[in-house]
């Protein structure tokens, strides 16, 4: 058998394991290559070393040119590579999952299919949204949409008060992003900068941007319902913000994202959307279990919930 060229992939025990790694590093206008088992990038500056065993993921920003041999080392290192907008606010595509088990989907799939399972996440993320409200796990689809409308209600109004800025209702038209208020321009461009980061989290898992909880029926329905969980201390403060500026109603989309991006700059909200989605869809297990990430194991479904291993000949059960 011919020999396969290059050098062979690292053993995934021999990684470094996903939450003992840098969250993620951003880089732009520069080249991306390869140096041994370390990452380069290089621009008028110099060049830097960045080990990609250690890393979760690589934001790829504008202007950056990446060789095949870094995504190659990229690949082989368990690491993702994500194209996203200027300094991270808004994703465009990704290179593959931070993870070869498919567990967070198979559960993501499983709850989403069974209207109990269902209501009971939907709960969960209203309960993580609003966590001082007590009773949440009785109600209805329909009563908690009626209570978060109240939350979200006094939300705008506060910060509204606090700022100064005139609120009137949360409206937009997705044809005329300029007819709307300035207060509601910088919303929606900042709720799109959160959906960005969210959507590469989610992919990044492993699990369905489509198949949402709360919403429905769009391809990004699970990043809307996970967005939601965190545009009350994100987004919102941060449109009102840009709203109460004059000096930043030239710009207002640019605006709003570079306040998005500040408020991101410490990676937690990264740390902590893993750490919900995780627990949303697997609240029985370890967060931090390491199976989710580097399980490497192909079965074959043997009917309801059973499986048994891959790889071999079953001719003797038929």
Known sequence: MREIPGAPPPNLGDLTRAQDRISFIYLERCVVHRDSNAITATDERGTIHIPAASLGALLLGPGTNVSHQAMMLLAESGSTAVWVGEQGVRYYAHGRTLTQSSRLLDAQAKLVTNQSSRLRVARDMYAMRFPEDEGLDQLTMQQLRGREGARVKRLYKAHSERTGVTWDRREYDLADF???????????????????????????????????????????SFVYDIADLYKAEITVPAAFDVAADPDLHDDIPAASRHAVRDRLRDGRLLIRCVRDIRQLLLPDEDADDDALWSSNVVSIWDGADRSVAGGQNYEADW
Do not use: D, K, M, W
């Open 178 to 220: 300029e007819g709307g208020s300035v207060v509601n321009q910088a919303l929606s461009a900042a709720n799109t900068s959160l959906y960005g980061v969210v959507h590469a989290v989610i992919v990044a898992l492993g699990c369905s941007p489509g198949l949402g909880f709360v919403h429905t029926g769009h391809e990004r």
